[in-house]
T-cell receptor
Framework: AQSVSQHNHHVILSEAASLELGCNYSYGGTVNLFWYVQYPGQHLQLLLKYFSGDPLVKGIKGFEAEFIKSKFSFNLRKPSVQWSDTAEYFCAVYGGATNKLIFGTGTLLAVQP | GAVVSQHPSRVICKSGTSVKIECRSLDFQATTMFWYRQFPKQSLMLMAT?????????EQGVEKDKFLINHASLTLSTLTVTSAHPEDSSFYIC??????????????FGNGTRLTVT
C-alpha cells in the first residue's frame, strides 16, 4: 500500500538555523512528490514538486528538496529559516497506479525570533 | 487568486441534520476532484475521489452513504454529510488538479470547511 511518513512531528528552530524535514514513502512504482505548506489560518500551498529529472528541486521561499530514490526519501531543506516560515509542512506522494495523492502526517515548524 | 472555491467556510449544525459543502473550480474544468478530511493536529486524509459524470471512489473506511459526493458538472463537486453526528466534526478540504493531467500539475486546494456538529 502507498504510504508517507514524516518523522519530525514538531520542530522548533531559531531564526537563521538550517532546516531539514524528513519524508519517506513506500510505493514501488513511479511517484510524483510534493511538499505543501499550511500557514496559520490559511489553506494549503504548494512549496515544490518533483516529477522527473534533476532530483534536487527548488521551490518557493528558498526551500529545496532532494529525491533519493534508493532511500525512498524526499527531504525538505532550507539553509536559513525565518520567523515567517512558522507553519505546518506536509509531504505528499502520488502513485501512478493508485491515482491517489497521499499526505504525510505533517510537521509543525515553529521558528523563534 | 484562488483557483478552487469552497463554500461554506464554516458551518454549525445540529446532530441528525445534513450539511452540503460545495467545491468549485474557477476558470478551469475539473473532471476529478478530491475530498480530504483533516482532524486537529493531524494530516489530510483522503476520503474520496469525485469523478465528473460517474460515481465517486471512496477510500477504505469511508461510509459512502454518509458522505454523499456528487460531481454533476465540470466545475462543481459537492460533499453532503448526512445525518451528521458530533464525531463528524472536522475540517473538510476539497482539491482539484489543473486540466493538464491529474498529477502533471499540483493540486489546488479550497480554503476548507470547518464543520461543527452539536
Amino acid at each position: 500500500a502507498q504510504s508517507v511518513s514524516q518523522h519530525n512531528h514538531h520542530v522548533i528552530l531559531s531564526e537563521a538555523a538550517s532546516l531539514e524535514l524528513g519524508c519517506n514513502y513506500s510505493y514501488g512504482g513511479t511517484v510524483n512528490l510534493f511538499w505543501y505548506v499550511q500557514y496559520p489560518g490559511q489553506h494549503l500551498q504548494l512549496l515544490l514538486k518533483y516529477f522527473s529529472g534533476d532530483p534536487l528541486v527548488k521551490g518557493i521561499k528558498g526551500f529545496e528538496a532532494e529525491f533519493i530514490k534508493s532511500k525512498f526519501s524526499f527531504n525538505l531543506r532550507k539553509p536559513s529559516v525565518q520567523w515567517s516560515d512558522t507553519a505546518e509542512y506536509f509531504c505528499a506522494v502520488y502513485g501512478g497506479a493508485t491515482n491517489k495523492l497521499i499526505f504525510g502526517t505533517g510537521t509543525l515548524l515553529a521558528v523563534q525570533p | 487568486g484562488a483557483v478552487v472555491s469552497q463554500h461554506p467556510s464554516r458551518v454549525i449544525c445540529k446532530s441528525g441534520t445534513s450539511v452540503k459543502i460545495e467545491c468549485r473550480s474557477l476558470d478551469f474544468q475539473a473532471t476529478t476532484m478530491f475530498w480530504y478530511r483533516q482532524f486537529p493536529k493531524q494530516s489530510l486524509m483522503l476520503m474520496a475521489t469525485s469523478n465528473e459524470g460517474s460515481k465517486a471512489t471512496y477510500e477504505q473506511g469511508v461510509e459512502k452513504d454518509k458522505f454523499l459526493i456528487n460531481h454533476a458538472s465540470l466545475t462543481l463537486s459537492t460533499l453532503t454529510v448526512t445525518s451528521a453526528h458530533p464525531e463528524d466534526s472536522s475540517f473538510y478540504i476539497c482539491s482539484a488538479p489543473l486540466p493538464d493531467g491529474v498529477f502533471s500539475s499540483p493540486l489546488h486546494f479550497g480554503n476548507g470547511t470547518r464543520l461543527t456538529v452539536t
